[in-house]
């Protein structure tokens, strides 16, 4: 069984400024710069012939290239805080991007996400945070604004789970086009 799922990886300089974010938060696990990313569509766990066929259905999907801004901070976990993530500026082609991805996704027999795309770079994972040092952090970050960048591909990522938190590796890279529809 492969671990999957579809992202957009971050240029290296966010992803040093966003690691410059970390800390001040027990019991927080900070995620490594290496691993932060923008989930686009996460697939699951699936057999070796449902990664080839989504690997295709992702070939075959047009976008255009298009700029993205990580900015301000928040929390999923209302009552108990399970992870604090960095957002990402509302844009039209990111959402008609993860949309034909889910599209292409269906049409190869993959159940829908059920889940609200909600756009974020997960920065740390909660366990046993106190919610008040935690709501401290998001309003000292919640101006935060990284540097704009271009998007001009996404990938196929496989992930690896271990004793020390997962490690990604890229699968394949799927380039973004002037001419796509």
């Known amino acids: 069984m492969l671990r999957?799922?579809?992202a957009i990886g971050l240029p290296h300089a966010t992803c040093i400024d966003l690691a410059m974010l970390g800390g001040g938060v027990p019991g927080a696990r900070w995620v490594p710069s290496e691993n932060f990313h923008?989930?686009?569509r996460f697939i699951g766990e699936v057999q070796p012939t449902v990664a080839e066929d989504a690997a295709s259905a992702l070939?075959?999907?047009s976008a255009r290239p298009f700029d993205m801004q990580i900015r301000g901070c928040g929390v999923f976990g209302n009552g108990k805080p399970r992870?604090?993530?960095a957002g990402v500026e509302p844009h039209d082609a990111l959402l008609h991007l993860?949309?034909?991805i889910e599209r292409a996704f269906q049409q190869i027999g993959l159940a829908p996400d059920k889940?609200?795309?909600s756009p974020h770079v997960t920065l740390a994972r909660l366990r046993n945070a106190d919610p008040a040092k935690v709501q401290r952090f998001v309003e000292?970050?919640?101006l935060y604004r990284a540097a704009p960048f271009r998007v001009d591909s996404f990938g196929l990522y496989s992930s690896e789970l271990s004793h020390t938190?997962?490690?990604y590796h890229l699968e394949e890279t799927y380039g973004l086009t002037r001419t796509a529809a």
């Open 4 to 6: 999957l799922f579809v």
């Open 38 to 40: 923008v989930t686009l």
């Open 59 to 61: 070939s075959t999907i």
């Open 83 to 85: 992870s604090i993530w």
């Open 98 to 100: 993860q949309k034909k």
């Open 115 to 117: 889940r609200n795309f």
């Open 140 to 142: 000292e970050h919640n």
């Open 165 to 167: 938190g997962s490690i």
